[in-house]
């Protein structure tokens, strides 16, 4: 954008060497499955993310990181999501991000060195365990039923819970569960505890992330009281912590992808002859790459929007609502017209959009259902809370 900063110039020209020079290399590594890229290769990328000094970089100081701001993750995340594993290279995918970012703030001191402190470091992956089947919580985190029950010096956890991302490969998880007074807690919880149970890897239409999507199932899990994460009865508020510059952070990446099969489908546009003449100067090629650009600078301009927001300290619920619709349903319009625009090439694995395509799809269901945020969006417009 041409009114970053110079230094946000340079740290996005330094992001998107790395990405074209060192991750995009990688794209057609066979360490790679339904379920994402294999452990092996994932740390293989990581040890290039540290080389770069590209690590974790918005982790804490203290922890490792380099404590970027959301404006400066705005810039960067982008780049990093111009590959599908940028992000994996660079230890900012989900949901290792957000769960970062969720113990930088909550997490006690011992707990930070035991968990954190490898994350940061992209030694261990983690796994955040709130959604659970029907008709357990979903959009709706109320209708929780995974249970936890005091009993002596630790918490007892019965329940399951499905489509939790990198579950499988995962050292820590992150557990919400509801208490006996009808409220809500997070537990912290090693995954080779007795009574954590990794039921199966459910085949989904993304192969972007880590471990894939995972059920799993907690039969009498203890987990010492030293292990709650914060306080008892908070986990609704530190679920909002966390959700906010999440939901933020899936738009920058999945913004990178876009702008990837948009330049994939120009490209093609340019050089591919129909009918006499460049693809691209048919009208309706070249209105279709004419959408894609405004919807890229819209969305870029709605992401840097909450960026600044959160940045100023502000909680930015409302604000992250609207930029997740804004933003995954103009990158799903982008990278359909991409698809659309390559033709037969792009509905097979020849061709990267058709895994963009894929992977970007979900977007508009998780970190909150499309028509979830619409709903709280008119709520509190409606009653004057906004």
Same mark, same amino acid.
């Given at each position: 954008m041409k009114? %970053?900063?110079?230094?946000l110039?340079?740290l ?5 060497n790395?990405i074209q020079?060192?991750?995009?290399p990688?794209e057609?590594?066979p ?5 994402g ?7 293989e ?8 000094? %590209?690590?974790?970089?918005?982790a804490? $100081?203290?922890?490792?990181g ?5 404006v ?5 995340f982008e ?6 594993l940028?992000p994996?290279a ?5 949901p290792d ?5 969720? =113990?930088?703030?909550v997490a006690?001191?011992?707990q930070?060195?035991?968990? =954190?402190?490898?994350?940061?470091e992209?030694k261990?992956?983690?796994?955040f365990?709130?959604t659970?089947p029907a008709p ?9 039923l995974t249970t936890?029950t005091l009993?002596?010096?630790?918490? $007892?956890i019965?329940g399951r819970?499905?489509l939790?991302t990198g579950?499988?490969g995962a050292?820590v998880a992150?557990?919400m569960?509801?208490?006996e007074?009808g409220?809500a807690s997070?537990f %912290?919880t090693?995954t080779?505890a007795?009574g954590?149970i990794?039921?199966?890897n459910?085949?989904a239409?993304d192969s972007?992330?880590a471990?894939?999507h995972?059920?799993?199932?907690f039969?009498?899990?203890r987990?010492?009281?030293e292990n709650?994460l914060g ?6 508020k530190?679920a909002?912590?966390?959700?906010a ?8 990446r999945?913004?990178g992808?876009?702008?990837r ?6 490209q093609?546009?340019?050089e591919?002859q ?8 048919h009208?309706?090629v070249?209105?279709? =790459?004419?959408?894609?650009e405004?919807?890229l600078?819209?969305t870029?301009?709605?992401v840097h ?12 619920n409302?604000?992250?609502s609207? $930029? ?6 103009n990158i ?9 625009? =390559? ?6 694995d020849?061709? %990267?959009?058709?895994?963009?395509f894929?992977d970007a799809?979900g977007f508009?269901?998780y970190?909150?259902?499309?028509? $979830?945020h619409?709903?709280?969006?008119s709520k509190k417009l ?5």
């Open positions: 009114t %970053l900063s110079q230094d110039i340079e996005q020209q330094k992001v998107r790395f020079q060192v991750v995009i990688y057609q590594d360490r790679q499955d339904s379920h890229p294999s452990t092996e290769l994932r740390a990328l990581i040890e290039k993310a540290r080389e770069h000094g %590209l690590l974790t970089p918005h804490s $100081v203290e922890m490792g380099q404590a970027w701001t959301h400066q993750k705005a810039v960067a780049e990093a999501g111009y590959s599908p940028g994996i660079m230890n900012i995918h989900a991000e957000g769960n970062i970012h969720l =113990l930088d703030i006690s001191d011992a930070k060195q035991r968990w =954190l402190k490898p994350m940061v992209g261990i992956r983690s796994c365990a709130m659970e357990g919580a979903g959009s709706d985190p109320s209708m929780l936890a009993d002596g010096d630790d918490y $007892v019965n819970k499905w939790i579950a499988d050292s992150i557990i569960a509801k208490m007074d409220s997070m %912290l090693d080779d007795k954590f990794l039921e199966k459910m085949n239409m972007c992330f471990g894939g995972g059920i799993l199932r039969e009498n899990l987990i010492p009281k709650v306080e008892i009865g908070k986990g609704f530190y909002q912590v966390r959700l510059p999440a939901r933020l952070t899936h738009c920058m999945w913004l992808q876009a702008r099969a948009h330049d994939i489908a120009t093609y546009a340019c591919r129909s009918f006499g003449q460049r693809l691209g100067d009208q309706g070249g209105f279709m =790459l004419a959408d894609n405004m919807d600078l819209s870029r301009l709605a929007y909450c960026a600044q927001v959160l940045d100023m300290n502000d909680k930015g409302y604000e992250s609207l $930029v997740k619709v804004i933003s995954s349903e799903w319009k982008i990278i359909d017209r991409s698809l659309q625009i =390559l033709g037969g090439q792009a509905i097979t020849e061709n %990267l959009v058709c895994k963009i894929k799809r508009r269901i970190d909150g259902a499309n028509e $979830v619409r709903m709280s969006i409606l009653n004057g809370k906004i």
